[in-house]
């Protein structure tokens, strides 16, 4: 089975600068997809950023960059530049592909708070 | 808006009440999820629909029973719930293709339900 694992249930940051989430999972499949997913208090879950796996460069999106570590199985997500209507829950999500129900894990989520 | 639709998105049923949530995608995705959302936890998945077979079920009490009629719709259908049942309900759906790209998942905004 799958797990995921955020070890930080909430974080602040100032706005304008810069924040980490850690995220770690375990698996011992070799295709996989990770996802951070954002959460804001209207509660639509909306994708942040995705990372393929086989893929070793990080993946970047605007502000929010990934540092993907496939052998240590770290995938954090970098907020640059943070901006009020970041603050939000942010989830760490794994996904093992199929053609019969892509299985999605999700991680217990980080409250992020960015203060003006 | 992401393209997936929940309905109502709040309720508020008695234990010996009988309710359905609904949820509508237009994405033409061919995998559906119900998901149940507590504080301090994991997203828990409870079902997944792959070209409208069920092809999960993570031990969900029968108390909750989904439907789903085409790949568009997906219904969970309540009675007889209890106290502990109160979380948000997340439905999603997902393009399962084994691999290929874009296979992220697009959640709706979720029905708030309180057991009382």
């Known amino acids: 089975a799958q797990t995921v694992t955020q070890s930080q249930p909430e974080m602040s940051v100032q706005e304008a600068e810069t924040v980490t989430l850690s995220c770690t999972y375990d698996?011992?499949?070799?295709?996989?997809?990770l996802f951070w997913y954002k959460q804001p208090p209207s509660r639509q879950m909306i994708l942040v950023i995705r990372?393929?796996?086989?893929?070793?460069q990080n993946a970047t999106e605007n502000r929010f960059s990934v540092n993907f570590q496939k052998a240590a199985k770290s995938f954090s997500l970098k907020i640059s530049d943070s901006q009020l209507g970041d603050t939000a829950m942010y989830f760490c999500a794994f996904m093992k592909p199929s053609n019969t129900g892509n299985q999605f894990y999700f991680g217990t989520g980080t409250s992020l708070t960015v203060i003006p | 808006e992401t393209g997936v639709t929940q309905t109502p998105r709040h309720l508020v049923m008695g234990m010996t009440n009988k309710k359905s949530l609904k949820c509508e995608q237009h994405l033409g995705h061919n995998a559906m999820y119900w998901y149940k959302q507590s504080a301090k936890k994991p997203l828990e998945l409870m079902f997944v629909y792959s070209l409208e077979e069920r092809v999960e079920n993570n031990s969900v009490p029968s108390r909750f029973s989904p439907e789903c009629p085409n790949s568009s719709h997906l219904f969970l259908h309540l009675h007889t719930l209890q106290p502990e049942d109160s979380a948000l309900y997340l439905c999603?759906?997902?393009?399962?293709?084994?691999?290929?790209?874009?296979?992220?998942?697009?959640f709706g905004q979720g029905t708030r339900l309180t057991v009382v």
């Open positions: 999603a759906s997902s393009q399962d293709s084994g691999g290929r790209m874009n296979t992220e998942a697009f």
């Open positions: 698996t011992s499949e070799n295709n996989y997809y």
């Open positions: 990372q393929e796996a086989y893929k070793q």
